[in-house]
């Protein structure tokens, strides 16, 4: 049994906000957020949407390129760092409700930008042991609530946005999930986290919200992690399926920078063509980096039957990790 991509959606907020539109309230440049990242501009979701708007429409829009029906689909796993709630209900659920999934169990997974590829792979082993015929992964995000939007070495990496995929089980032609890897490195958790807000420090009721809620990181160890895993996951995948660079048509790295990019691509001396990016666009979308992407190159119709694409993930956790798909 396969575990194959049969649909694939985004939705991006209809906001769009440029590098010159942030150089009006804080202490930046595009010319500086270009030269340091690649990034040119972020969707912002408006006060009304939640990561479960994003995603539901991203979601919509996936199964209706699959063809499945919402009442066909047994599980969904979103991906998010930024739930519609704390915890609970999980976001999953009220996408569940929106989409009128009414045979589908739904739980949130947290793996932040390395989220969707945890959610490929968990829908492949759902699929592979027989447990789902139909598995929806979303990718949901709204960085833009949990940003500090007076700290300019992040808050200029980070956009909205969502993107879904239809997984289903299907018989042998040799497409779907075929490979991926999941890693984590938790010893560093805390050079990218929030610091404030869960349960090992709590915001007591009456206290204000302060700069420790929102998403603190260490740009340089994040940077280098960054660098080193890509390297990494890209070589795991090609040496455990005796693969060369050559037969991968493309590798979809999680959109953080393109400088990231560009350095892994340098250091495992791979043509940077074969790196698919839309950062500069969208910047950082977490979760739903990867999906945005994947739905962008099918609709571009870069992605045939039989492509053989790389999805790679990295970020808080630090967790890692990619997949190996025959699209
Ligand atoms: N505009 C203008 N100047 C800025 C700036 C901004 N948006 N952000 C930082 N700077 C300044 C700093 O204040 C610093 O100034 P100083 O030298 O006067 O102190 C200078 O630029 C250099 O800062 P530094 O942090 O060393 O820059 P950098 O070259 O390391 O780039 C990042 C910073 C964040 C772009 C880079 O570290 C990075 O990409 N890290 C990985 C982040 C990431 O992708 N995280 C998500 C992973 S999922």
Redesign the pocket.
């Known amino acids: 049994m396969e575990a194959r991509i049969t649909g694939v959606g985004s939705y991006t907020p209809e906001r769009r906000v440029t590098n010159d539109e942030l150089a009006q309230t804080?202490?930046?440049?595009d010319e500086?957020?270009r030269s340091?990242?690649g990034i040119r501009a972020r969707h912002i979701a408006a006060p009304n949407e939640a990561a479960s708007d994003l995603g539901a429409i991203a979601s919509a829009r996936a199964l209706e390129a699959s063809g499945v029906g919402p009442g066909e689909i047994d599980l969904i796993l979103l991906a998010t760092s930024t739930p519609d709630y704390q915890g609970l209900p999980s976001t999953a659920s009220v996408v569940q409700d929106r989409l009128g999934c009414e045979n589908a169990g739904a739980m949130d997974l947290v793996a932040?930008?390395t989220g969707f590829v945890y959610g490929l792979e968990t829908a492949h082993a759902y699929t592979r042991a027989g447990l789902a015929r139909h598995v929806l992964v979303v990718g949901a995000e709204v960085y833009s609530r949990i940003v500090d939007w007076s700290d300019?070495?992040?808050c200029?990496?980070f956009g909205d946005g969502a993107g879904a995929c239809v997984v289903s089980a299907a018989e042998g032609e040799g497409r779907g999930i075929v490979d991926s890897v999941l890693k984590s490195r938790g010893s560093d958790a805390e050079s990218?986290y929030r610091p404030r807000g869960g349960t090992r420090s709590p915001l007591p009721a009456g206290e204000r919200a302060d700069r420790d809620t929102y998403l603190k990181?260490d740009?340089?160890r994040?940077?280098v992690f960054?660098v080193s895993v890509l390297v990494d996951i890209i070589r795991r995948l090609l040496e455990r399926n005796n693969l060369s660079i050559d037969e991968v048509d493309y590798i979809v790295p999680?959109q953080?920078?393109m400088?990231?990019i560009e350095a892994a691509a340098k250091r495992a001396d791979i043509p940077l063509e074969k790196f698919y990016t839309n950062l500069q666009e969208y910047a950082?979308t977490?979760a739903a980096s990867i999906p945005i992407a994947l739905d962008e190159m099918n609709r571009a119709e870069l992605l045939h039957p039989g492509s053989t694409v790389l999805t790679i993930g990295?970020?808080?956790g630090l967790a890692y990790g990619g997949n190996l798909i025959r699209w």
């Open positions: 804080l202490d930046t440049s500086w957020i340091h990242t932040a930008c300019r070495s992040t200029i990496l990218l990181m740009g340089r994040v940077y960054a999680h953080a920078n400088r990231i950082n977490s990295f970020g808080a």
